[in-house]
């Protein structure tokens, strides 16, 4: 039924250009009909724009910055990193080359971040393997992976440290991580900072069997779909707003699975990231493995997915539409505030490190938790 009134939807426009093509002089109704089938099949149109995809992916304001870490790290030692034969041929400290399937980032004894500062923006650190430990200039701390997300406004400012310990000594770690940096319209560029978790366990996920009871299941990590909402997003975020309209969702497909993914509204900008399986199609047309896709938001989607398992990133949102402007961890909007992020970073580091390293990690027996800058202590499923 969708298949016919999409159809006939279709051919409702190509017929109106028709109609107008007939109304014009005989000379040039040749050219008229050409260009009238044209506008229609671009009317019809909901891929935008398709982007083959490395390891930073392009994004559509409200976002930032999305970048995909999948490595294979191997056995951890005492010291929660790779044995020391790893380190042969890489540039410790600035290690971003795949070497024995993984990268050492700016870690020299434990793969990661160290401490940096962020202001004006949020991060947000989907963990679908793996673990990170998380250290930061307001006391907060943390540990959160295997499909926890970590929401941090940084605001006026904050330095964290992002390091990724290799817990297992008996078996390798692999890891994969999407961090995705969302933008903060002027007036909250200046706001306090702000820690949230977001557990695996509470993250709203929604279930559909197609006719042929092949599965689809959607991570809701922001937004909502169907009777599925996600937790409030920090309070100062773009996010907040449900008339911005921001939605973060991780989509997998079985095998040959097809599900539908609902409009939005004009003016929203929407993308899709095609990150894991062979090919899919959207509304029949095919799109291969690890591409982006920009699509218009105001068309319901139907998915079709290819012979392998598919796993779809999907960032959504109303653009802010103010001028951006980025100098490594700052995002400001004028030249002179960024000017003044890195005076104001020199004069206060943000209001220092409280933590005995900058590569901080905690204990290898710690479980998953959260320390808030208030103390208190937050468990997975409390």
């Known amino acids: ?40 099949l671009q009317a019809e149109k909901v891929i935008l724009k398709k982007t083959p995809m490395g390891f930073q992916w392009d994004t559509l304001d409200p976002f930032l910055f999305c970048v995909h870490h999948e490595d294979d790290f191997p056995k951890g030692n005492e010291q929660m990193g790779p044995a020391s034969s790893h380190f042969k041929g890489r540039n410790l400290g600035d ?54 997300v970590q929401w941090i406004t940084a605001g006026k400012g904050v330095q964290h440290s992002e390091m990724f310990p290799l817990i297992n000594q008996d078996k390798d770690n692999p890891m994969e991580l999407f961090q995705i940096w969302l933008n903060l319209p002027k007036r909250n560029k200046m706001v306090e900072p702000h820690f949230k978790m977001l557990w695996n366990e509470k993250i709203p996920k929604h279930f559909h069997k197609d006719a042929n009871n092949r599965k ?17 997003p920090p309070p100062d975020s773009w996010a907040a707003d449900p008339n911005h309209e921001v939605a973060v969702w991780n989509i997998i497909m079985d095998a040959n699975a097809e599900w539908k993914l609902p409009k939005s509204q004009v003016g929203i900008n929407r993308m899709l990231y095609f990150y894991e399986g062979a090919d899919i199609t959207i509304n029949g047309e095919k799109v291969e493995g690890y591409y982006s896709i920009e699509v218009k938001p105001n068309i319901e989607l139907i998915l ?19 001028q951006v402007i ?57």
């Open 304 to 322: 079709k997915n290819g012979n392998k398992t598919a796993g779809i990133l999907m960032l959504q949102g109303k653009p802010i539409g103010e």
């Open 95 to 148: 290690d971003f080359i795949i070497k024995d399937g993984f990268r050492m980032y700016h870690g020299k004894v434990v793969p990661g971040f160290p401490g940096h500062p962020h202001r004006g923006f949020e991060t947000i650190t989907i963990v679908r393997k793996g673990i990170v430990d998380h250290a930061d200039s307001m006391g907060a701390a943390g540990r959160y992976g295997n499909g926890d």
């Open 1 to 40: 039924m969708s298949d016919q009134l999409h159809r006939r939807n279709f051919l409702t426009r190509f017929a109106a250009a028709i109609g107008a093509v007939f109304a014009l002089p005989a000379v040039s109704a040749a050219n008229r009909l050409k260009k009238g089938y044209q506008s229609a």
């Open 326 to 382: 980025q100098y490594g961890p700052f995002v400001m909007n004028t030249k002179e505030e960024i000017k003044q992020a890195f005076d104001d970073y020199h004069r206060t580091q943000f209001g220092g490190w409280p933590w005995k390293k900058y590569d901080q990690v905690h204990d290898r027996t710690k479980g998953r938790f959260a320390k808030h800058a208030d103390g208190k202590i937050e468990l997975p499923g409390k």
């Open 216 to 232: 689809t299941l959607v991570e809701v990590i922001a937004g909502k779909l169907g009777k599925e909402k996600a937790a409030a």
